[in-house]
Structure formats: structure tokens, C-alpha cells
């Protein structure tokens, strides 16, 4: 029986605690910096809350993989920089025009467009800067991780689904189209959480690379299936966002195809699925299966 989020805590918040320090520590000091207000900027975006799963999923495939909690934070930051990138671009004007995220005002909102766009683009530059010079990590590593985010954030990732994402508007999508448009825009960079934290902790192992492969893949379909659930069942305080955005838009999305309660049962067959990929590692695989259950009972 999956375990209620209340009750993954313990697990969740030491997680995500080291991943606030971290970004912290990585991200540009207005004080210091040559341009203030777009360091301002980049903080606001990145440290304005947020569930913090996809950092969660890097220290617990790099723990999974017998690495050190901080040999991954400088991969942690990285993921969250870019998802934090992807998440200000999309509330800008030519996309999705949303004025709240994370129950605060979204960052071209709360400071001005142009200076939104800039630190969107300069937390994905940050990226790849702290994979290149940060963190103690062999070359292989390095290279490793640089392709597997840059891949997953690109044209073969999550700028690729956000395209698709937009082309969808208003034009009703089959469920093949719907789960191939997030598998890019969504799932790549939750997977690429779990190989992230597994090469940051460069014992290389075939076998597990192909199980975290599989995990992500499924929790990544599961945590858009909830997303989508939570956009109709709950109200714009629980969600930071304005609910009903799916519908405002005219976007396909798991509900309007399937139905509530269909969506419900696929989003936890993905999670029993993501699960049983890691079945062969035991105990130690215990946090990422937690995860797994925490993103299809999220609440938020």
C-alpha cells in the first residue's frame, strides 16, 4: 500500500533542505554581482518555493547509486536552475500568460518581461556552467552529465514538448499525441533527474542506468497525469497557480481524454510500474519508490 505524503517527510525534507542550501550557495549574490537586479531576478525564480522533486530524484538515485548525498548537489542545482528557466518562460506573455506560481506573482509580473526573459536564460547558462567547473566529479562525469541535461532540456526534451505544447492549443489531441508531447516536455527531465544523480556518483553500472531509465520514464507520464488531475480537482491556493489553466488554454489533457477516475487509476498503474523497476535493489530503493508515491498523492 502506497504511504500518505504526510508521511513521507521525513524522507522528503532533509532533500529538500539540502537542495535550498545548495541553490543558495550556487546561485548569484546581488551584492557581488555585476547586474543586481537580474541576480535578484534569477533568486526570485529559483527559490520562490516549489515542490523540489526533480532535486529529490537526484539525491536519491545518486544515494541508490552509492554516492554521497553531496556529490550531488551541484547536479541538484543544475536540474532545478533549468527547471526553474523552463517555468519563467512559460508564464511569460507569448506563452502561457500567467500572472501566479507558487501562490506569488511570476517573475516578469514581479519585476518586468525583459528582465524575466534574461534571468530565464541565464539560470539555463548556470546549468551547465556548475556542471562544467563545480563539484567533484571526473571528467566522464562531467561530460555525462552535461549531454544528459542538455538533451533533455533541447530540441530532443522539454523545449521540444513545450513546442508541441503550444501548436496543441485549441486542437484536440489523441491520447498517443498527449502522452508523446509530455514524455518530452515533462518525463526527459525527470529522467534525466535519476541519471544526473547517478553519474554524480560515477560508479558506473549498466544494469542500474537501464533501471533508473525505466523508473523515470514512467513517474515522469504519472506526475503530468496527476498534474493534470490537480488542475481540475483543486482550487488556485492549494495549487500557487491558476486552476482550470488546461482549460483556459484549450489543451488536450488525461482527464478530458480518459475521464477523472481513468486518469486516476493510469497515473497509479505508472507508479506501481516505476516502482517494480527498482524492485531488484531492496531497501536501498525504498526512497525513490517513496517518491514515486508522493508525486501521484500530491496534493499540490
Not at 113 to 122: F, H, K, M, P, Y
Not at 234 to 260: C, I, N, V
Not at 287 to 298: E, K, S, T
Request: glycine share 8%.
Amino acid at each position: 500500500m502506497s504511504e500518505e505524503p504526510r508521511a513521507l517527510e521525513p524522507l522528503l525534507s532533509p532533500f529538500r533542505s539540502r537542495v535550498e542550501q545548495a541553490l543558495s550557495r550556487y546561485l548569484p549574490d546581488p551584492a557581488t554581482s555585476d547586474s543586481p537586479r537580474l541576480a535578484e531576478a534569477m533568486r526570485y525564480a529559483a527559490l520562490n518555493g516549489g515542490k523540489r522533486i526533480r532535486p529529490m530524484l537526484v539525491y536519491a538515485a545518486c544515494r541508490l547509486a552509492g554516492g554521497d548525498l553531496e556529490r550531488a548537489d551541484v547536479a541538484a542545482v543544475a536540474v532545478e536552475s533549468v527547471h526553474a528557466y523552463s517555468l519563467v518562460h512559460d508564464d511569460l506573455p507569448a506563452m502561457d500568460d500567467d500572472d501566479l506560481r507558487r501562490g506569488q506573482p511570476t517573475c516578469h509580473r514581479a519585476f518586468d518581461e525583459a528582465t524575466a526573459i534574461l534571468a530565464g536564460d541565464t539560470l539555463h547558462t548556470l546549468a551547465f556552467d556548475l556542471l562544467a567547473r563545480a563539484g567533484d566529479y571526473s571528467d566522464a562525469a562531467r561530460v555525462a552529465m552535461v549531454r544528459v541535461l542538455g538533451r533533455a532540456a533541447g530540441v530532443t526534451g522539454m523545449a521540444a514538448g513545450q513546442m508541441l505544447d503550444m501548436a496543441a492549443h485549441g486542437r484536440l489531441q489523441d491520447i498517443t499525441a498527449l502522452e508523446r508531447m509530455h514524455y518530452l516536455k515533462t518525463g526527459r527531465l525527470i529522467t534525466a533527474s535519476l541519471l544526473l544523480g547517478y553519474q554524480a556518483a560515477d560508479r558506473p553500472d549498466p544494469e542500474l542506468e537501464q533501471a533508473l531509465i525505466a523508473f523515470g520514464d514512467a513517474i515522469g507520464l504519472a506526475f503530468q497525469i496527476q498534474d493534470d488531475i490537480l488542475d481540475v480537482t483543486a482550487d488556485t491556493d492549494q495549487l500557487g497557480k491558476p486552476s482550470r489553466s488546461d482549460e483556459k488554454h484549450g489543451k488536450s489533457t488525461f482527464p478530458a481524454l480518459l475521464g477523472l477516475e481513468a486518469s486516476r487509476q493510469r497515473a497509479q498503474a505508472l507508479c506501481d510500474q516505476a516502482r517494480a523497476a527498482l524492485d531488484g535493489y531492496g531497501e536501498a530503493a525504498r526512497p525513490l519508490q517513496q517518491l514515486a508515491d508522493f508525486i501521484v498523492q500530491r496534493t499540490h
